[in-house]
């Protein structure tokens, strides 16, 4: 098979690939391996591949790797002419990362160049597009994909890139759909389906991941990656907000990192090595769906939130799960105090019901300081979800083998988590974002001027590395700086950005046949970029969260631009908002438990239960100063 390359694809002097991917050398086969020709003649023309198509995967997801690929040239020889075919039919590439064109080929009489013994192209070969069949070398990655089954390349190489974006487009619906689900029927629903016939996001993700193993065009495909993605993300972030909102402020930050750093992790590390177990694409898909049946079990193993409940009235339901956690943790609450918490959430259920003031995420762009800094979080966290998600598709440009090399960059999660676990709340949130962005960039930028290989590969795990820090401090930091009224809304219309960034990577990293370096050139650029601009917003670390839509504009007066947690400064008290120097102790069991809820888990999902408590909270404090 090397011989044949040898002979018939035009190699490449840049990029990851040797050869040409879609251009062949054309010339008579037969004859020149009959002369026993080993190298292409400079005089053959180069044309596009027509054939078959031989792939040497390094790409993810593990369903849909296409990399290297040459036309199959039908000729009357044994394998061991292979390399010796495809150097003499395919042209070379000298710009770009393929070594040889994938989808041209020389037009020339084959049998009797090989009977010449040519074993070079002739100059003078027209160049024509690769028409046929395909072949696909599988000495890196032994399996059937589904880009190989139905020849993705060439013209149709973009397919996995769009059926990706297709994907994102799912989970910008998905976070809409079973982020109201939670909402309405509870955390529980969302998960597995469970009240008034509500579909569970792990029900959906393992329906539509099982369909995906019986699909057998691109539409199919496109429609099963659609409802996965409507899975994607909800998943883990129902389950991650529920747990989270059991914990109290001094656990959150360990919370909210090491699930991540732990179960996330161990998973996704699993994966490419799941994909070789499997052996088939197949088999892949219906793999790693199966264990979304076992949250089938989780009405049976996790109580629902106890904050969802109160904020729905259902006050006897919420009080029955506090006394089995009373059981389970051997503690007692005292019956004053949950008679006390019963009847200031009665109160404030009937006051909310009299309320007629809503907000819309609009609101949020109503005021100057409030709508700044609310643009600055959709364009730092389209940045980071673009980055994150760039350099997550492009480890297989990074010229290693793809499975070790994805299994090292996940990896980085763990360090980076237990990182954030131990400093997130000694540095705060601004300078670190700032930092691990723009060290994430350098990393990026450097990978592109070493040889592509170990040193590039490294370099850009490092940026993995910084990126999976900015990642989780964005999860937090909208949570942490949009007000009470408009958090969960702003939030999600965040996070939906995000979405559709991260439509955009594929195409990013797809421009990797252009060039190599372009990915992590744009990838650096975008993280250099965001990392600077959170430099523009407040530091929330140690501070209450902003309840209504003035403390949202007046958060942060008191701050300059060079504040830093590790040296702190002497508070300016007269310019902090009066809504928090108002507080009374009156409240402070009751905001306790409001602030219990982790800002790094409010998504779209966590909705009316803080709003509810807060106004009450203020409401019980205004009552009692009069």
């Known amino acids: ?19 040409d991917r879609c251009h062949m050398y054309q010339a008579d086969w037969t004859l020149a391996l009959a002369q026993g020709r080993t190298t292409p003649d400079d005089e053959w023309p ?37 390399g010796r075919r495809r150097a003499l039919a395919i042209p070379p590439k000298t710009e770009g990362p393929y070594a040889h064109d994938r989808c041209h080929m020389y037009q020339a009489d084959w049998t009797l160049a090989l009977a010449q013994g040519r074993t070079t192209p002739d100059d003078e070969w027209p160049i024509v597009p690769c028409t046929g069949s395909w072949e696909y070398n599988r000495s890196d990655v032994p399996y059937e994909t589904i880009a190989s089954q139905l020849d993705w390349v060439c013209d149709k190489d973009n397919l996995p890139a769009t059926a990706q974006a297709i994907f994102f487009c799912g989970a910008i619906v ?5 982020g109201w689900i939670a909402d309405k029927y509870g955390r529980i629903p969302a998960l597995v389906g469970k009240e008034k016939f509500t579909d569970g996001t ?19 495909f496109a429609l099963c990656r659609f409802l996965v993605g409507l899975a994607f993300d909800n998943c883990f972030t129902m389950m991650y907000i529920l ?17 991540i750093a732990i179960f996330f992790t161990l998973g996704a590390s699993l994966l490419p090595w799941i994909a070789l177990w499997a052996d088939d694409w197949r088999r892949y898909a219906l793999g790693i769906s199966a264990p979304f049946i076992i949250a089938a079990a989780t009405p049976w193993l996790v109580p629902e939130s106890a904050r969802w409940l109160l904020s729905q009235g259902k006050i006897d339901k919420a009080m029955v799960i506090m006394k089995k956690f009373e059981r389970i943790n051997k503690t007692k609450i005292p019956d004053k105090v949950l008679n006390e918490f019963t009847d200031a959430t009665q109160k404030a259920i009937k006051e909310s019901e009299a309320e007629s003031k809503t907000y819309s995420v609009l609101d949020i762009f109503r005021t100057p300081r409030l709508r700044r800094n609310a643009l600055l979080l959709i364009v730092i966290w389209m940045a980071i979800s673009l980055v994150f998600d760039g350099h997550v598709r492009n480890v297989g440009s990074l010229g290693l083998d793809i ?83 408009v958090r969960a809304q702003g939030v999600a219309l965040i996070h939906i950005m995000g979405y559709v960034a991260s439509i955009v990577a594929p195409f990013v990293v797809y421009l990797g046949n252009i060039s190599q ?66 507080r009374s102790s009156a409240r402070n069991q ?28 203020r409401r019980n404090q205004d009552n009692s100063g009069v």
């Open 590 to 617: 009751e905001d306790h438990f409001i602030r219990s809820l982790p800002a790094s888990g409010s998504r779209a999902s966590v909705r009316a239960s803080i709003r509810l408590s807060s106004r009450s909270a």
């Open 243 to 259: 747990v989270l909102e059991y914990v109290g402020p001094k656990w959150r930050t360990f919370v909210a990192n090491m699930s």
């Open 174 to 178: 998905g976070g809409l759909v079973f």
């Open 403 to 485: 499975f070790l090399t994805f299994t090292i960059a996940t990896a980085t999660e763990f360090p980076a988590d237990t990182f954030l676990t131990v400093v997130l709340d000694r540095w705060g949130r601004r300078w670190l974002a700032c930092g691990s962005m723009v060290v994430s960039g350098i990393f990026s930028l450097l990978a592109t001027a070493v040889p592509v290989g170990g040193p590039s590969a490294s370099l850009a795990i490092l940026g993995r590395f910084a990126v999976n820090i900015s990642y989780n401090i964005g999860l937090q930091y909208a949570a942490e700086l949009l007000p009470t009224v």
């Open 517 to 582: 370096d372009l990915p992590l050139l744009i990838l650096g650029v975008l993280g250099i970029a965001g990392g600077f601009l959170c430099l523009l917003l407040p530091e929330t670390m140690d501070t209450e969260m902003p309840q209504t839509l003035a403390d949202g504009e007046n958060f942060g007066k008191d701050q300059t631009f060079w504040d830093m947690p590790c040296f702190p400064r002497k508070k300016n008290e007269t310019s902090i908002p009066e809504t928090y120097n108002t």
């Open 202 to 220: 792990n029900l959906v993700g393992f329906a539509a991941g099982i369909a995906t193993a019986f699909c057998n065009a691109f539409w199919s």
């Open 1 to 19: 098979m090397g011989k044949r390359r040898a002979l018939a694809i035009p190699p490449k002097t840049e990029g990851p690939y040797a050869h």
């Open 46 to 82: 180069i044309v596009p591949c027509t054939g078959s198509w031989e792939y040497n995967r390094s790409d993810v997801p593990y369903e849909t790797i296409a990399s290297q690929v040459w036309w199959k040239i039908f000729i009357a020889t044994s394998d061991p002419w292979a």
